[in-house]
C-alpha cells in the first residue's frame, strides 16, 4: 500500500530549490516512480467519466439497436472533454513540481472547463469510434481495404494524436474561445512539428503494445488501461508538447510569479 500513501513532504534530505530538473527519459521516470499512485488514482477517475460512452459503443458493435446506442455512446461522451482537461492539468502540474490532491484538483478543472469541452470532447469519441469501425471493415474486407486506405486511416489518427494535445492544454490553462483554441493547437502542431509527432508517437506507444500482445482479446488488455493505461499514455505525451506550449505562454514562470506574489502577501 506504500505506492498510494508516500509522503513526500515529511522531512528529509529533499532537493535543492535550484537544482535543474532532469530530461527526457530520466525524467519520465522520475515522474512516473514519484507519482505512479496519483497516475492511478486519477486513470481511475477518468475511466468513470470515459467507460460509460465506451460500454455504450461496445452496444452499438454487438448489433442492438446499432444506431440508437451509436448515438447514447457520443450523449455518454458529454463529459470526455472535461475528463480530459483535468488530468492534462493535473499531469502537468506533477511535471511543474506543483503537488496537490488528485480529486479535488481533478473536480475544481472539471467544473470550470466541462461545459466548454464538452463539444470537443463528443467529437473526439465520435472520431475514435468511427476509427475502430473504420479498421473492423477494413479487417473484415481485407481483400478491397487497400493500401492508401490503411495510410489515410493511419495519417488520420496520427493527426488527431498530435493536435488533441495542444487543446486541452489551451482548455487547462488558456482563456480563449473554442474556435480560436482549434486554431492555436493546427498551427502549434506544425510549428513544433517534431514534438507533436514525437508525442503522437510515444502517446499511441501504450495502446500499440496493448494491440500487438493482446489482439484477439481486449479483455486480457482492459486492465493494463484501467489501472494506468490512459495517464502514463497522456504523460509520455505531454513530456513532448507541454514544453512548447509553456514556452509560448510562459505559464510556469507566470504561475510561479502569481505563487510568490500571494505569499509576500500573507
Known sequence: MGIFNR?????????????????????????????????????????????????????????????????????????????????????????????????????????????????????????????????????????????????????????????TPYVFLHFAYIDLKTLGILKNSVLMTFAYLPRSFMGAILGGLLWIVVALFFPDSLLMGFPIVLIFGITVSMLLNLMWTWKPFDKSFNIEETLNQRKDEETAEE
Open 7 to 163: 509522503n513526500f513532504n515529511k522531512p528529509g534530505p529533499g532537493v535543492n530549490k535550484d537544482e535543474p530538473r532532469k530530461k527526457g527519459a530520466a525524467r519520465f521516470f522520475e515522474l512516473l516512480a514519484r507519482d505512479f499512485g496519483d497516475l492511478v488514482k486519477l486513470n481511475f477517475i477518468l475511466c468513470v467519466c470515459v467507460l460509460p460512452s465506451v460500454f455504450m459503443f461496445f452496444i452499438s458493435l454487438s448489433g442492438i439497436y446499432p444506431f440508437i446506442t451509436f448515438i447514447l455512446a457520443l450523449i455518454l461522451a458529454f463529459p470526455v472533454g472535461g475528463a480530459l482537461t483535468s488530468s492534462v492539468y493535473y499531469i502537468t502540474k506533477q511535471m511543474r513540481d506543483d503537488p496537490s490532491y488528485v480529486w479535488y484538483e481533478f473536480k475544481r478543472k472539471f467544473m470550470e472547463n466541462y461545459k466548454q469541452s464538452a463539444v470537443i470532447g463528443i467529437l473526439c469519441a465520435a472520431f475514435v469510434y468511427t476509427q475502430i469501425l473504420l479498421w473492423i471493415m477494413m479487417v473484415v474486407n481485407e481483400d478491397t481495404a487497400g493500401l492508401s486506405g490503411v495510410i489515410l486511416a493511419l495519417l488520420s489518427l496520427l493527426l488527431f494524436g498530435m493536435i
